[in-house]
């Protein structure tokens, strides 16, 4: 069975961080490229970040994230990271990960080329 589990959601006041998790299992985690989507509420859901491990570990955001969140992975324990720093009320939202085939990483924003999704996380900054 296929399972993407994220946590280390919660409740954080702006400028604080907060460290989500992504954990995967029943599928081969090397083939593909883990992304972070989030939506808020009344928002589209949007990318925040990606990362292909088996693609020299390259790394995608979204430019509203870059220089506070960083994405990382290790293979093995199947888990990636989203370090969120200098958290802002406008990254209030619900978080997920999701797992698509790594070869389409450059076209990562897109979700629907997205096979596996997590149930999501709620990160919520107050201000």
């Known amino acids: 069975e296929v399972q993407l589990v994220e946590s280390g959601g919660g409740l954080v006041q702006a400028g604080g961080s907060l460290r989500l998790s992504c954990a995967a299992s029943g599928f081969t985690f090397d083939d593909y490229a883990i992304g972070w989507f989030r939506q808020a509420p009344g928002k589209a859901r949007e990318g925040v970040s990606c990362?292909?491990?088996?693609?020299?570990?390259?790394?995608y955001y979204t430019d509203s994230v870059k220089g506070r969140f960083t994405i990382s992975s290790d293979n093995a324990k199947n888990t990636v990271y989203l370090q969120m720093n200098f958290l802002k009320p406008e990254d209030t939202a619900v978080y997920y990960c999701?797992?698509?085939?790594?070869?389409?990483?450059?076209?990562?924003?897109?979700?629907?080329?997205?096979?596996?999704w997590g149930q999501g996380t709620q990160v919520t900054v107050s201000s």
């Open positions: 999701a797992a698509m085939p790594r070869v389409l990483h450059r076209a990562w924003m897109t979700s629907a080329i997205y096979h596996y």
């Open positions: 990362i292909s491990s088996s693609d020299g570990g390259k790394t």
